[in-house]
């Protein structure tokens, strides 16, 4: 029979977590990484930057949280302190990483750029601008997935090189080269970007 220092030692502990519980961990811990990185996810029809990839999978951990909640049919010992922690940490972090990302790409636009390049390599191209300046990056997926920025230009005058048709993509047989053309007084630094789906 438990004795009552038993069942006090007990509720302190709390009860080993579930796997529903380890996976929204592992959602949110992932959330926190992918908050704070420049990850876009191509899939057909659309670019997804890396707050929106974070808030997803946040989201993902959230409803397994409660989801897990609502299963209880009766009242159960919490989950241990440290385990709660476990899952709070990173999905504050997420959530900040995914606020964050998201203020910063407030008038990003991203786009995906023809021709396609060989086994279905395409150059994505996100381009913002803030104050005076514009800036931009070149990723490189096949088809669709995950991709990271491959390399990055400044342009003044919140220059849009992409976006106002200055650019020139051309595909050899394994890789292409992303030409950015500006203006006189306004230049793109540097003009040249390689696309290469490896």
């Not at 292409?176 to 793109?188: A, F, N």
Request: hydrophobic share 50%; glycine share 14%; net charge neutral.
């Amino acid at each position: 029979m438990e004795t009552e220092a038993q069942a006090a030692q007990g509720r302190l502990r709390g009860v080993p977590p579930d796997r529903a519980f380890l996976f929204a961990v592992l959602c949110a811990v992932l959330a926190a990484v992918v908050g704070w990185t420049e990850l876009i996810l191509v899939v057909p029809g659309w670019v997804l930057p890396h707050w929106a990839v974070a808030g997803i999978v946040l989201l993902a951990a959230v409803a397994l949280r409660i989801g897990r909640l609502a299963r209880r049919r009766r009242p159960a010992r919490a989950v241990a302190g440290w385990w709660w922690a476990a899952f709070t940490l990173p999905a504050v972090v997420a959530a900040a990483g995914i606020g964050l990302g998201g203020v910063g790409d407030l008038g990003a636009e991203y786009r995906v750029l023809d021709p396609a390049g060989p086994g279905g390599c395409r150059a994505v191209v996100r381009e913002n601008a803030f104050l005076v300046i514009g800036d931009g990056s070149v990723y490189a997926v096949r088809g669709f997935g995950f991709a990271l920025p491959g390399s990055s230009w400044i342009a003044d005058d919140n220059a849009r090189p992409v976006a106002a048709g200055d650019y020139e993509l051309t595909w050899g047989d394994r890789s292409g080269v992303l030409t950015l053309h500006g203006r006189e007084t306004d230049p793109v630094t540097p003009a040249l970007h390689g696309v290469d789906c490896g």
